[in-house]
Nanobody, 121 residues
Framework: QLQASGGGLVQAGDSLRLSCAASGRIFSSATMGWFRQVRGKEREFVATIRWGTGRTYYADSVKGRFTISRDTAKNTVDLQMNTVKPEDTAVYYC????????????????WGQGTLVTVSS
């Protein structure tokens, strides 16, 4: 089970931190990720992190602005969002891939309930 939190309404240029708490053991071969979805559009990759190594991967649209991190002791994964833009407005989902997938939402097994981020201009 994944529980996401931290969404809200912010202004362009502000920062926001999302957090996701995972229940149960996370194996080192797994990846944790953040995806986002705008109504009427497909869910898209934002960032992922390999649980075992901590290596990170980012969508081009957020590279340099967002940072994904993990705390293996607390079983949490965070997304630090800096210099947010109106186009970052979406529902953000935390996810887990047991097989170590990186980019495709269809390869992720577990999903949190989503947290809404709204960026005003």
């Amino acid at each position: 089970q994944l529980q996401a939190s931290g969404g809200g309404l912010v202004q362009a240029g502000d920062s926001l931190r999302l957090s996701c708490a995972a229940s149960g053991r996370i194996f080192s071969s797994a990846t944790m990720g953040w995806f986002r979805q705008v109504r009427g559009k497909e869910r898209e990759f934002v960032a992922t992190i390999r649980w075992g190594t901590g290596r990170t991967y980012y969508a081009d649209s957020v590279k340099g602005r967002f940072t994904i991190s993990r705390d293996t002791a607390k079983n949490t994964v965070d997304l630090q969002m800096n210099t947010v833009k109106p186009e970052d407005t979406a529902v953000y989902y935390c996810s887990r891939s047991r097989s170590g997938a990186l980019y495709s939402p269809t390869s992720f097994d577990d999903w949190g309930q989503g947290t809404l981020v709204t960026v005003s201009s």
